[in-house]
């Protein structure tokens, strides 16, 4: 599908890679954004930017009642860019925070998967349109060091194939973006080289309008992509090597 004209909804939108969404979306010539955030008074600047095109919306997605509300309120979206997420670092067994795990869950798969329900029928009235799932490279490979996260995102990336095949038939482009680590505050604990979020977003919004399905957007992502076609095991046992403390 084209991005000019098309309405829009990033979850996540008040910063790091849903921010960019929100950018690169006004750059493509979206007709109208909405930059979904926790807290709407963390999208005071990014609505700031344009505020005859984006619309704030308040959405927890672990929220039933506020992705209804949503999904009412935002009944012309014809894209549906699900980018929230959240990350514990640590492993299964080391992590500090056990909690977290189901956090990640709750937001990564089972917030995903509400917004898609809530949002299939919308997709449907408005033409079929498209879904973005933000997965991660750590979709397709756990690593240790993000142990249960690497869970949420496998999830996360199974959701994507399901609704992808449930939804051709409503005419409905589904997009599975799997970045490696990405210049954000999620990654700011890692010592390593990451990505530009402007560029994650450019890549995903280029796939919508090419209709290519799986977006690996940066050279980490690439690589491992890569590697796990030519020999899976030897990827599991390099990330491996990454152990949490
Ligand atoms: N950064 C990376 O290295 C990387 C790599 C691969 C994939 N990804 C994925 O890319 C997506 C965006 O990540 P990011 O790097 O931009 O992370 P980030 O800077 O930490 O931003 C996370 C965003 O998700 C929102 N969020 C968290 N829980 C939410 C909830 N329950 N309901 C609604 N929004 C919620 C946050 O809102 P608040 O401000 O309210 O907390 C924030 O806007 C995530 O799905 C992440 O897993 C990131």
Do not use: C, W
Not at 58 to 65: A, S
Not at 218 to 245: C, F, N, W, Y
């Amino acid at each position: 599908m084209e991005i000019r004209n098309s309405v829009a909804l990033v979850t996540g939108a008040n910063r790091g890679i849903g921010k960019s969404f929100v950018a690169a979306l006004q750059k493509a010539g979206a007709k109208r954004i909405y930059a979904a955030a926790r807290d709407t008074s963390s999208l005071d600047a990014v609505v700031a930017s344009d505020p005859g095109r984006i619309v704030p919306l308040k959405l927890d997605v672990t929220d039933p009642e506020q992705v209804q509300a949503a999904a009412r309120q935002a009944a012309d979206v014809s894209l549906l860019i699900n980018n929230a997420g959240v990350a514990v670092y640590g492993g299964f067994i080391s992590t500090q925070d056990p909690g977290g795990s189901r956090q990640e869950m709750e937001v990564n798969y089972f917030g995903t998967l509400d917004m898609v329900r809530a949002f299939a029928p919308v997709l449907k009235r408005n033409g079929g349109g498209a879904i973005v799932n933000l997965a991660s490279i750590a979709s397709l490979v756990n690593f240790p060091i993000l142990g249960p996260y690497s869970a949420s995102k496998a999830a996360a990336h199974s959701l994507t194939q399901g609704i992808r095949s449930e939804l051709s038939g409503q005419g409905t482009q589904v997009i599975g973006v799997y970045p490696g680590p990405v210049e954000t505050d999620m990654a700011k604990g890692l010592d390593i080289a990451k990505a530009p979020p402007a560029q994650i977003a450019e890549a995903a919004l280029e796939a919508v309008v090419t209709r290519t399905e799986d977006v690996f957007p940066d050279p980490m992502s690439t690589e491992l992509h890569g590697g796990l076609r030519h020999d899976p095991k030897a990827v599991e046992k390099q990330i491996g090597e990454m152990r949490p403390e």
